[in-house]
């Protein structure tokens, strides 16, 4: 059924009945269909690092990878970890290709009207396929990481939610077909490609990659060879920038200036014959267990010591940017702490623009932080750079902080994700939404759950700030992951003068938290003084954003905190005397009774709600404030 479903485009497949093919995805997704194209028994993974890592150890003899789709083109989801595995060194050799025809359909559970449907899950790519017609049909896109998985979420979830995905999955995950055909192109398909370990394969199809940092020098290169040319985003750092399906790697090479250009062929013969290891008899196709950032799910907490993220608990880190010194970082440790943050940052290895610029303290800045955290019994936050820098730093700080320049490290992101301890993931400066969800995913593949989002501004076009805080952003990952997202105003803002603003509008939104930095000699400091708060102005943030007090504030800033919540107060009264005198004449004026019992039933159940456990106060205070309010309203009592 499956191999029917695929329309194979070299001829000898048949042959290799048996093999474990793996592919990316849950059961009844589009990469199950190619996997069996040729004959395999398909295993599912939950990554395509995972599905390549298994090729590599000899688990599956084969992977299929999409490559191309005919609506979005390339698929870099699954060509980058590709190119990150040859780069690396895998050698691999593609012997196939299988294009599936893809129709994707909008399905929910039984009985769900599609009027009713408001959101529809499924794989970025496969939403990208669809972005005209859900658009039309005013349904918003939730992105997850199979379109399987998707048709698995939505039948789990008693909501009107859709998921977009084959008809083959829809059935298995018992939901109704609403649309049978969601893609904004009639004849959608993606191609595959079928990998195997080089020594093991001859490969039967050109199929090459260009590593080269420079695009105009690939430009032109379809034109010349005639091939079918998959673009990859590319950086100096990463620098694989094209696909090139159906080329001939040696005119390619031929073509392509050489110094700038790098052409990896996996469509060469390979040296060795083709010696498949035989398949393990009665393999069955698993999927393993999955961690998913974009799951639903209930939102997760991460507790450690006094800080509580997630699932309405707010954390606040503050700190300096770098560990000076043994005695800064105690110093602004204990002013944190008084303030009511229940976690103390600080950087030990600093990520600068500027190699000459203080790079940080290193493992020794270490003690000194963890020492500064300890006195004041707040649990640390540090950055690692480098994956060498894991193991040190996670055997004595309790949260592992991931850079905003290091958000697509993903060998950094995969160690984090085993070292044992929480990881805060700043997003990156040019990342997407989505991309910094997939960063998570990384890290919860890795093996860690406790996984905390930090929004800490995006790179615009705006010169007044160092980035711009992304709320927006924030707001639009809210609904995507059960991860605590915190926001970091120092480094939106690269000013001093703006982080209270900033962590007031991240708070107001929702945030989950926010790390702030804290310095108690700005204008010394080593690293990013100029978006410091002094203490005495973290101390206000902390007030107004109504931290709880702590029995260690000084008792003079207690009770200035006292006399500004009485001053609120006060202030309230009067405006709810105001409206409630404006409620009274606007009665009399239409002819109402001004009094009306079942209201002051509703403002009394308001106040007991609000003073939960203390019903004698509250009572008194709506016996209070009516009264005051019928006198305004000039009522006098029957
Ligand atoms: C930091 O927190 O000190 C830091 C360098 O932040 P970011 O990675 O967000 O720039
Ligand atoms: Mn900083």
Redesign the pocket.
């Known amino acids: 059924m499956l191999r029917e479903l695929a329309d194979q485009d070299s001829a000898e497949k048949a042959k290799d009945i048996d093999l474990t093919v793996g592919y990316q995805g849950e059961p009844g997704a589009y990469g199950e269909v190619a996997a069996a194209a040729h004959g395999g028994i398909p295993k599912g993974f939950a990554s395509f690092e995972k599905l390549l890592e298994a090729l590599r150890d000899g688990e599956i003899d084969e992977a299929v990878l999409p490559m191309e789709n005919a609506v979005v083109g390339a698929i870099t989801e699954a060509l980058e970890p590709f190119a990150n595995f040859v780069v690396e060194g895998m050698e691999l050799a593609a012997v196939g290709l299988t294009s599936v025809p893809v129709r994707l359909s909008l399905a929910a559970r039984p009985g769900t009207p599609l009027g009713a449907v408001k959101r529809a899950w499924s794989h970025p790519a496969a939403l990208r396929q669809c972005t005209h017609r859900l658009a039309q049909m005013g349904i918003e896109r939730v992105v997850c990481y199979d379109t399987a998985g998707a048709a698995q979420i939505v039948a789990h979830d008693a909501s009107t939610d859709a998921a977009v995905c084959s008809r083959r999955a829809a059935e298995r995950y018992g939901l109704e077909v609403l649309v049978d055909d969601v893609s904004d192109k009639e004849q959608n398909g993606t191609r595959f490609v079928h990998l195997r370990m080089a020594d093991h394969a001859r490969a039967q199809v050109s199929l090459a990659f260009l590593r080269t940092s420079s695009m105009t020098a690939t430009a032109r290169l379809d034109v010349l060879t005639g091939a079918t040319l998959l673009p990859l985003a590319g950086t100096t750092d990463y620098p694989v920038r094209m696909w090139v399906l159906g080329a001939d790697a040696a005119r390619l090479q031929a073509l392509a200036p050489a110094r700038d250009v790098q052409v990896v062929s996996l469509g060469q013969p390979a040296a060795h014959a083709a010696k498949v290891t035989p398949p393990k008899q009665g393999t069955e196709p698993v999927v393993k267990s999955l961690p998913h950032a974009t799951a639903r799910k209930a939102p997760t907490v991460v507790e450690v010591g006094p800080l509580r993220v997630g699932g309405g608990a707010r954390a606040v880190i503050a700190g300096p940017?770098?560990v000076e010194s043994p005695e800064q970082v105690m110093r602004i440790a204990r002013e944190v702490a008084s303030c009511g943050a229940t976690a103390l940052?600080g950087?030990i290895f600093?990520?600068r623009t500027n190699p000459y610029a203080f790079q940080g303290h290193g493992l020794e800045a270490l003690d000194w932080l963890v020492a500064a955290g300890k006195a004041n019994g707040l649990p640390v936050v540090t950055?690692v750079m480098a994956v060498d820098q894991v193991k040190p730093v996670a055997e004595k700080a309790e949260i592992l902080?991931i850079?905003?320049?290091?958000m697509q490290n993903f060998d950094l992101l995969r160690a984090v994700g085993r070292a044992g301890r929480p990881v805060l993931l700043?997003r990156g400066?040019g990342a997407t939404v989505d991309e910094w969800l997939g960063a998570a995913e990384y890290v919860m593949a890795g093996g860690e759950a406790r996984v905390i989002l930090?929004e800490?501004?995006i790179r615009t076009f705006e010169t007044a700030t160092r980035n711009t805080l992304d709320v927006g952003g924030m707001l639009a990952a809210r609904p995507l992951t059960h991860l605590p997202i915190i926001a970091?105003p120092s480094?939106a803002a690269g000013r001093a003068d703006l982080v209270e603003g900033l962590a007031r509008a991240a708070w107001s939104a929702g945030a989950d938290g926010l790390?702030v930095?804290v310095h108690d000699d700005p204008a010394r400091a080593l690293?990013?003084g100029e978006q410091a708060l002094i203490p005495a102005r973290f101390a206000e943030l902390a007030r107004n954003l109504a931290l709880h007090p702590d029995a260690r504030l000084p008792l003079a800033q207690l009770r200035a905190w006292v006399d500004a919540i009485d001053h609120d107060l006060g202030v309230l009264v009067q405006r709810r005397l105001e409206v409630a005198k404006v409620i009274g004449d606007s009665k009399r004026q239409t002819g109402r009774a001004v009094l009306d019992p079942r209201r002051e039933a509703a403002v009394r159940r308001t106040y007991q709600e609000a003073l939960p456990g203390n019903k004698l106060l509250a009572d008194k205070l709506v016996d209070l404030l009516l009264e005051a309010a019928k006198a305004q309203q000039s009522i006098d009592e029957p």
């Open positions: 940017c770098s940052r950087g600093k990520p950055e902080q850079g905003a320049r290091n700043k400066a930090c800490r501004g970091d480094h790390i930095e690293s990013d």
